[in-house]
């Protein structure tokens, strides 16, 4: 085979593979993505072993209606409103109207969920949760930890449901 | 039935594949490039009249990326699932007017990091910062950049313009 044939042949394939790249991109924000754990925020439940090993928890985030019947418990992706290009993993505490026992450092020890918004924090003791920034609007969440993909030992289906805080409601 | 038709209709899983993966560069464009939004209501006048005008976004300014005072935006308005256009007043670490001039006691907050301060021009008809505080920047879609009315289509500028220093 001819160099020129060759290149042609490497051309035409690339193309052909590209155009799979909106697809995915389109599956990835709005269906469901696999995205590797930073930190020790979510800890116990996320990355038990963040002081340990460098090794970080692989989840599935589900995108599908996200931002739809969001219940106490959940773990939710949103953009930190702190830094837009920043994703952050947390759990609801609160839902609009619940009223939520803050923790140092917000100014107040209790607060009323605004409409459309939520009370979220992180389970482990290092976490800039809304303690920090106050109330998060529904419309940054970006999806749910629905499955935890690694390690094997922990992974299977998140059962936010088991949390207290999803029977809380003060 | 002409020739290039046949084969864009070809086997039916192939003319599927080759619709879903046009729909899926449009939403690329619509998410990455530029995008419409709705001028509705009474908010910004005079700026946009109260109906019939559509508006271009350019959605390179999106997370608010690179947008400075006096932008006009479109962004998710945080206590609704609706879209809004509003003009951007405070930027993190501006001091700003909590409530309309001459309303109170003129109190000023500083805005909080990672948010913006948004108003609309038409201060007695709009719902904005001064009612749901600060916005965070993650909730802008982008940058109005034109306006399209039936059959004219306009740009739009910032109108603030940089003051050289002495």
Redesign the interface.
Known sequence: MSTKNFLGQFTGHLIRYA??L??L??FN?YVAQVTLINGPSMYPYLNPQYHESLRRDLCLVYKLYA?LDLERGMLVTF???????KITVKRIIGLEGDVVRARPPFPHEYIEV????IWVEGDGEKSKDSNY?GP??V??ITGRITHILSPLNRAGRVKWWEHPSHRAGI | MPSFLGGLLGPPLRSAIFAGKFLAFTHLFLEYGYSTAPAHGPSMLPTFEVLGEWLLVSRRYSFGRGVEIGDLIAYNIPVNDGVGVKRLLGLPGDYVLVDTPGNSDNAMIQVPQGHCWIVGDNLPASRDSRIFGPVPLALIRGKVIGRIKPFRFQWIENPLKRVEGP
């Open positions: 155009t799979w909106p697809p991109i389109w924000t931002q953009r930190n409103p702190y830094d837009p290009e605004p409409q459309g918004h920034y998060i609007s419309r940054l």
